[in-house]
């Protein structure tokens, strides 16, 4: 019996113990960011496009606007995914940059022949993405 102890009090503890919690999910400004990467690998134009302002402007580094509100974000990326069926966007790192800003690492994959690595800046007000900035490779 004696040598059972330190089983029983092994399972005791165990069946005590607290179960691990699940990640919880992004606050803040950073939920915006995340929903518009979830609405992007479900290739779901409409939630990608409520993601952002209605004057949204996506702008590719050195200042060079590529697309303007929510009404051509949502054609354009409807386009994307219906002609790239293996779309996806991984996040490789992301963090707050003060009260409005978000960075990320990001690469997009089934788009060229190999992963598209870019840096992007968001800019959040009103839980809605304002604008993007894209630092693409040269």
Known sequence: MLRALPLLFAA?????????????APAGIMAVVQRQMDAYNAHDAQAYAACFAPGAQLIRHPGI????????????????????????????YRAELGPSTVIE??????????????????????GLIQAAWFVLPE
């Open 105 to 126: 690492h990001q690469e997009v994959d089934g788009i060229e022949k190999s992963p598209v690595p870019s840096l992007v800046i968001y800019s959040v007000r009103g």
């Open 65 to 92: 606007p590529q697309l303007e509100g929510h009404d051509e974000i949502y054609r354009t990326f409807a386009k994307v995914f219906r002609d790239h069926k293996d779309a996806k966007m991984r996040v490789l």
């Open 12 to 24: 005791a503890l165990h069946a005590q113990a607290p179960a691990v919690p699940a990640p919880a």
